[in-house]
C-alpha cells in the first residue's frame, strides 16, 4: 500500500504563531484530505485538495501532486486548534493515512 | 443536510461476545467505508461498501465483517471479541468511491 508521512510528530506553539504540517505520500493517489481530530474522535475535513491550494480563513493547504506532498498552513494559532491533524491519501478504493501531527497551542 | 450518524457511540463487551455497529451515510452517499483506530496501528481500513457491494478490505481476519442495505445504511460485525478489538471505529460516506469523504463521530469499543 501507500506510505504516507507526517511531519512534525509533535507540535508546541504559543498562541498567534504560524505552523506549517508536511505529509508525504509514496505513490500517486486520486484524493487528498486533512482531517482535524476532536477531543471526541470525530475527524473534522478542513480540505479535500487532491492538488493545487485553497483556503479557509486561518488555514490553507497546498498540494503538489507531481512531487507527491501536501502542506497544511494554519496561520495566527488559537487553542481550539490544539489537536491530532491527519492527512489522508485515496487510491480510488481506501483511504491510506499518516500517523498524524499532534498540535498543541498554549495560551 | 445531516452528516455521517453512527450508533452507538461507545459500548463494552466481554472477550468472546460479538458486536455489530451501525452507521448511516449522508443522504444520496453511496460508498460506505470503515476504519479502526487504536493507539498502537493507528487508522487503518477494514472494509468499502458501494452499492451494497463490497470493493474493498482490509487486511482484517474473518471475525470483521459488514454489510451495506439498499439504503446505503451499513454495518459492521465482529465476532468473537478479543482485548485488542479494543478500538475507536469510524465510518465514512463519500457521494462516489474515491470521492471526498465525510467521517462519523464514531464507535468506542471497549473490550473486558
Known amino acids: 500500500g501507500i506510505q504516507v508521512e507526517q511531519s512534525p510528530p509533535d507540535l508546541i506553539l504559543q498562541e498567534g504563531a504560524n505552523s506549517t504540517l508536511r505529509c508525504n505520500f509514496s505513490d500517486s493517489v486520486n484524493n487528498l484530505q486533512w482531517f482535524h481530530q476532536n477531543p471526541w474522535g470525530q475527524l473534522i475535513n478542513l480540505f479535500y485538495?487532491?492538488?493545487g491550494t485553497k483556503q479557509n480563513g486561518r488555514l490553507s493547504a497546498t498540494t503538489v501532486a507531481t512531487e507527491r506532498y501536501s502542506l497544511l498552513y494554519i496561520s495566527s494559532s488559537q487553542t481550539t486548534d490544539s489537536g491530532v491533524y491527519f492527512c489522508?491519501?485515496?487510491?480510488?478504493?481506501?483511504?491510506?493515512f499518516g500517523t498524524g501531527t499532534s498540535l498543541t497551542v498554549i495560551p | 443536510k445531516a452528516g455521517v450518524t453512527q450508533t452507538p457511540r461507545y459500548l463494552i463487551k466481554t472477550r468472546g461476545q460479538q458486536v455489530t455497529l451501525s452507521c448511516s451515510p449522508i443522504?444520496?452517499?453511496?460508498?460506505v467505508s470503515w476504519y479502526q483506530q487504536t493507539p498502537g496501528q493507528g487508522l487503518q481500513f477494514l472494509f468499502e461498501y458501494f452499492s451494497e457491494t463490497q470493493r474493498n478490505k482490509g487486511n482484517f481476519p474473518g471475525r470483521f465483517s459488514g454489510r451495506q442495505f439498499s439504503n446505503s445504511r451499513s454495518e459492521m460485525n465482529v465476532s468473537t471479541l478479543e482485548l485488542g478489538d479494543s478500538a475507536l471505529y469510524l465510518c465514512?460516506?463519500?457521494?462516489?468511491?474515491?470521492?471526498?469523504?465525510?467521517f462519523g463521530q464514531g464507535t468506542r469499543l471497549t473490550v473486558v
Open positions: 443522504s444520496g452517499h453511496r460508498s
Open positions: 485538495i487532491p492538488s
Open positions: 489522508a491519501v485515496n487510491t480510488g478504493n481506501q483511504f491510506y
Open positions: 465514512a460516506s463519500s457521494l462516489i468511491q474515491g470521492g471526498e469523504a465525510f
